[in-house]
Structure formats: structure tokens, C-alpha cells
């Protein structure tokens, strides 16, 4: 079955940078689009980031614009996110999710890894 695998998160101060990694597995991840979604402590799901299955046309919040950039190997089934410039506003738990089409523009997300914490703190 679907498996999203997250890690790469931990503490890191103000102005830091974190990279997670997302290790996919139980579909053939080259033919789908990927993201990020993250949720802050008593917030909703936000949108971070996502790119189509073969790595292209690239989407960011705009509270992440030019801090993050979203990545993929499809040889090594990862999706990955540099977080640069790190700001407490970015302490959340980090999903990775998985679309069902080639493409996100317009899809919702259908699976959900089990996430990893990010926390911004001096």
C-alpha cells in the first residue's frame, strides 16, 4: 500500500535550515505530483508546497516563497524540502502528500505521510 515516510525535522534556531525528506513507496511515485502541507500547534492544514510528477512547475505559499524550495528524485522514490532563513512562524508538523494525477494545480491531496516536527526556537 501507500507509504509516505517522513524525516529530516528536529530544533533549530531562527534563521537555520532543515532539510526533509520524504521516502515514498507502494506506487509508482515518478507518475505523480507531490507536496507539503504542515500544521502549527491548535492551527489547521496549510499548504506549503508541491511539483508535478516529473519535477516542474513548482508551487509555494507565499509565506515560504523564496525561503523553501521543493525537490524530487524519482530514481530514489524521495521528495524532498530545503527550508531556508527558518522563522518561529514555521514550528509545525511537516507532512508529505501524495496527489492522485500527474500534476497538483486544482487536486486535492489523497494520502498523508505520518509527518515530522519542525520547531524554530532560540
Known amino acids: 500500500q501507500v507509504q509516505l515516510v517522513e524525516s529530516g525535522g528536529g530544533l533549530v534556531q531562527p534563521g537555520g535550515s532543515l532539510r526533509l525528506s520524504c521516502a515514498a513507496s507502494g506506487f509508482s511515485f515518478r507518475h505523480y505530483a507531490m507536496g507539503w502541507v504542515r500544521q502549527a500547534p491548535g492551527k489547521g492544514l496549510e499548504w506549503v508546497s508541491s511539483?508535478?510528477?516529473?519535477?516542474?512547475?513548482?508551487g509555494y505559499a507565499d509565506s515560504v516563497k523564496g525561503r523553501f524550495t521543493i525537490s524530487r528524485d524519482n530514481t530514489k522514490n524521495t521528495l524532498y524540502l530545503q527550508m531556508n532563513s527558518l522563522t518561529p512562524d514555521d514550528t509545525a508538523v511537516y507532512y508529505c502528500?501524495?496527489?492522485?494525477?500527474?500534476?497538483?494545480?486544482?487536486?486535492?491531496?489523497?494520502?498523508r505521510g505520518q509527518g515530522t516536527q519542525v520547531t524554530v526556537s532560540s
Open positions: 511539483t508535478t510528477n516529473g519535477g516542474s512547475s513548482p
Open positions: 502528500v501524495k496527489y492522485p494525477d500527474p500534476v497538483w494545480s486544482g487536486r486535492r491531496h489523497e494520502r
